[in-house]
């Protein structure tokens, strides 16, 4: 409960709020609250499915077994037995005021059974764990802007962060390779897994729905044959390929055998290879399906401690059969058909026959969202939560031996003192820091999560649409991974990427780019029907390999189209992905032609998938707009104006010729007439200006915010500035600026301020500063000591200063009875500048209204001195060398006197047309 004695509602001076909130804006939450929501309603039940049992064996020979039925998670509430409060309802602008997290309670119901015998289900509160704003579990949740007004929010609010102790945090969007197709990769690494291992292999990333994730990567080692690599607990295993075909499915060998050459049958050192990797596993005495899982489970057994002591070797090799190889098909007939097509594209690479695909290219990659990171996060904390009551209920059993039996009652005491989620998922949101046993198919283990930092409005805006490469390749010495490619067009801005160590590898996606939601389940099986209907042959029945491509969809192989109708049969796919009545909207068709000369595999790929990147252009034939992935791009041909389309050639094209600019790159006066490392540094002086990072000043509780006084709108801008509604949240001011050489104060990047425009206000801004005390004993309380009457100058009775207060350094700020100590605290101020304290906040905790935090917000004037860098819009920085009175400053004929005077010799090398194009006004913007 937050207490408010000295806080006023601002919220009445602002102007009439809209009825709706901006598309486009809400557009950079949408992902990352798209994610979330998946998990809370769909993902999170398929999570805890796909988790193994846990098996424990007691002394008395008892099986027991454990499982989690359900998981559901609350909206953000006060505790349940509390009163005295309006509501129930916990709103952000609380946590953020009280430096709290914005939390709701999680329950699961565990499932257990003790010999095979269900037991009744059993509930458990684990605590609370972070919430996303606007997403389906928050209040903000459908507001609309005159209701977000009244809850102390933007009426623009877009949510898709969490706010953690605070502050704004954000799960930051990393590029990973792309879900369930497999990637010729030759990668020199691969070379020290083994004796005779090559650099060439196939890489498969395999996601389920739930985005479980596991690698798989078939390598081609020199003697001819192939191995298939899988890891479990971040371990590498190696198996022979062939081991693991005939693990799968209950076959003959010359099942296989067809399998595998079918569409090569003129390749003889193919077919010879594979012969040899047949007899190979025959001379170790393996000759049928049963004996080569015995000795696949008998060779494992050892590392997978999550079967039963009573498991067989067949079910070990069952487990990694279904939790480590291509994990996203459910079938083994599914796993073998794929690994049947891997294996023929490993040798095309080997022998040449096929290109290789980089990893590190835009057309193989796609996103990890927030939510999704989250849920692979929550269900191994489950999981963990599952072993950990394994090992009680194990540690009692151990004590009480035979006489012990586990029953309902025993299982609730036990359950009550178990470990909660609540400080696990707030230390991973708080720190970025995983701790996981799995890695969860990641390459790295920190940075995860970033503060959403406010300083100005453009730099709040790009933390949405920012996308990470990883912070591993930042400690790589490869300039691969930071490389701009062409197939990146329209999904990565190519202005928008800092300098220094993340170059290249933070990049931010184009105002257009999207990122694709799961498929309606309905439409996505309608694909199969539609292409046999369109003449694909299913694969059970398929016997013309050689003249036909491959269908694959979602990393399953589902039939072959004859090499004769195949351009008909994707022009029609199109049509109807268009309409999206059939088939989804957001599918990515992509044809990948046979060549003369080493291409890409040939094959007709299909992706329905979540997390692609997808941008909307113009289908000419269609006369209508469809949205294409990265992958499918690469095989179109896309004009940009209508004159320079070729007939019969030319497929799609651009809705806009800016199409291909992120946010703020799209701000930029005329970056057509600039230079483009001039654009660049834009993106990113932009994002460190002063300007209006927020209206509700009073309700804010941040360590620091910057607030320019006297903002103005610039009179040059992009339609996209309007579009965003950028006037909203002002940056910048107008200026009279002279390009002339001046006294020698203004060399090359410097600047001379007018001292009459600086005493009329130009430039001058604030900073906001806030501080928490913390009352440690319940019986403390905040009070003035009464024995220092030299107190009540700068505070009130309360011990606490009055808003307006001017207090300087080494001045009492604030003053409190400490009921361990039996005496009063006070605490002095030691800024270097005067401070006007702007508002005080009593804050409540959940369990007792006496106040234990005050929130104190001091504000420090800040106006332009020598030393502070301005930049205009279009990359041209200076710093401010002196200011000059107004008397000695030149002037036009007409008695103007310019408000900065700038060095012409600062424009040729830097080419900033940009800057004189606008005459005399400017948007000058400051960072101090």
């Not at 730099?459 to 062409?486: D, N, V």
């Amino acid at each position: 409960m937050l207490i408010e004695p000295k806080l006023t509602n601002t919220s009445k001076n602002f102007g009439k709020p809209p009825e709706k909130q901006n598309p486009l804006l809400q557009r950079l939450g949408a992902p990352h609250i798209d994610s979330f929501n998946y998990m809370l309603e769909d993902g999170l039940c398929k999570a805890v499915k796909d988790n193994p049992y846990v098996y424990i064996h007691l002394p008395n020979k008892d099986k027991v077994a454990l499982w989690i039925d359900d998981v559901s998670i609350d909206q953000p509430s006060v505790p349940s037995g509390i009163i005295g409060v309006k509501t129930h309802k916990i709103y952000p602008t609380e946590c953020r005021q009280r430096g709290c997290s914005y939390k709701g309670k999680i329950t699961v119901k565990l499932g257990w059974s003790i010999n095979d015998k269900l037991q009744e289900t059993l509930a458990r509160d684990l605590g609370e764990i972070p919430i996303m704003i606007k997403s389906n579990r928050c209040h903000l949740n459908k507001m609309n802007p005159k209701d977000l007004v009244l809850h102390g929010e933007h009426e623009q609010e877009w949510g898709g962060y969490f706010v953690i102790k605070g502050l704004e945090r954000i799960i930051r969007m990393l590029l990973m390779t792309r879900r369930n197709y497999p990637i010729a990769i030759k990668r020199s690494g691969w070379k020290t897994r083994g004796i005779q291992f090559s650099d060439l292999g196939l890489f498969l990333r395999s996601v389920r729905d739930d985005n479980t994730t596991a690698n798989n990567t078939l390598h081609y080692v020199t003697d001819g044959s192939a191995k298939l690599m899988f890891s479990h607990k971040k371990v590498l295993y190696y198996v022979p390929l062939i081991l693991i075909l005939k693990c799968l499915v209950d076959v003959s060998d010359i099942f296989i055998y067809n399998a595998l050459t079918a569409g090569c049958e003129y390749d003889l050192y193919y077919k010879g290879c594979i012969l040899n990797m047949l007899r190979a596993v025959h001379e170790q005495g393996l000759n049928n399906h049963e004996e080569c899982k015995a000795y696949i489970g008998k060779m494992f057994r050892i590392k997978f401690f999550e079967l039963p002591e009573d498991a067989t070797d067949i079910d070990v090799c069952d487990f990694i059969i279904k939790h480590c190889i291509a994990i996203h098909l459910n079938s083994p007939l599914d796993k073998f058909y794929l690994l049947a097509f891997m294996t023929k594209k490993l040798f095309a690479l080997a022998n040449n026959k096929c290109a290789v695909e980089g990893a590190d290219s835009v057309m193989m990659q796609e996103c990890l969202l927030g939510g999704h990171l989250y849920l692979q996060v929550l269900k191994e904390k489950l999981y963990s939560w599952l072993t950990n009551l394994k090992m009680s209920i194990l540690k009692r059993a151990r004590s009480a031996g035979n006489r012990y039996t586990l029953n309902v009652q025993e299982m609730l005491n036990i359950m009550k003192y178990g470990n909660s989620l609540e400080s696990q998922m707030e230390n991973f949101l708080s720190t970025g820091n995983l701790r996981s046993s799995t890695g969860l198919g990641l390459m790295q283990n920190t940075g995860l999560t970033i503060v959403a930092e406010n300083i100005n409005r453009m730099r709040y805006m790009s933390h949405f649409r920012a996308i990470h490469r990883g912070s591993f390749f930042q400690e790589m010495r490869t300039t691969e991974a930071r490389q701009l490619l062409p197939d990146a067009w329209g999904f990565i801005c190519p202005v928008h990427t800092p300098d220094g160590a993340p170059c290249g590898l933070l990049n931010h996606l184009t105002m257009n780019c999207i990122i694709t939601k799961h498929p309606d389940a309905k439409l996505k099986a309608n694909i199969p029907i539609i292409l046999m209907d369109l003449g694909m042959i299913p694969l059970s029945i398929a016997d013309n390999w050689k003249n036909s491509y491959i269908v694959m969809l979602d990393g399953k192989l589902i039939g072959l189209i004859d090499d004769n109708i195949i351009a008909r049969v994707t022009d029609k796919l199109r049509l109807l992905k268009i309409k999206g009545q059939e088939i989804p909207y957001m599918m990515e068709i992509a044809l990948v032609p046979k060549k003369t000369v080493p291409a890409q595999y040939p094959g007709l790929y299909l992706f329905t998938s979540p997390a692609r990147m997808m941008r909307p252009i113009m289908n000419l034939a269609a006369k209508n707009i469809e949205y294409i992935g990265t992958f499918e791009q690469i095989y179109l041909d896309i004009c940009v104006t209508p004159e320079e389309a070729y007939e019969g050639l030319t497929s799609h094209q651009e809705l806009s010729k800016t199409a291909f600019l992120s946010n703020l790159a799209s701000l930029i006066p005329m970056p057509d007439y600039n230079q483009s490392p001039r654009n660049m540094y834009q993106c990113q002086m932009s994002k460190q200006t002063m300007g209006t990072p927020c209206h509700t000043w009073q309700l804010q509780s941040e360590t620091k915010l910057y607030r320019l006084q006297t903002p103005a709108t610039p009179l040059f801008r992009p339609v996209h500035h309007d579009k965003i509604n950028l006037d909203d949240f002002a940056m910048g001011t107008n200026a009279i600026v002279a390009v002339i050489s001046y006294t020698g104060y203004d060399m090359e990047d410097a600047m001379i301020i007018n001292k009459a425009a600086y005493d009329r206000g130009f430039a001058h801004g604030m900073i906001y500063k806030s501080e928490f005390i913390d009352l440690k004993d319940q019986k403390s309380y905040f009070a003035r000591n009464p024995d220092k009457s030299e107190l009540v100058e700068k505070l009130d009775i309360d011990g606490l200063p009055l808003p307006g207060t001017i207090i300087s350094e080494g001045d009492v700020y604030y003053c409190y009875y400490d009921a361990d100590q039996s005496t009063y605290i006070t605490g002095k101020y030691h800024g270097k500048e005067d401070a006007y304290v702007d508002t005080v906040k009593l804050c409540g905790t959940l369990h007792n209204h006496i106040p234990r935090r005050a929130c104190i917000t001091f504000r420090i004037p800040r106006n332009p001195s020598v030393g502070d860098k301005f930049a205009s819009r279009a990359g041209q920085k200076g710093i401010c060398s002196q200011k000059w009175s107004a008397e000695d400053l030149p002037f036009t004929e007409t008695g103007l006197i310019p408000d900065i005077v700038f060095n012409p010799h600062g424009f040729p090398s830097r080419m900033t047309i940009g800057l004189t194009k606008t005459k005399l006004q400017l948007n000058i913007l400051e960072n101090c």
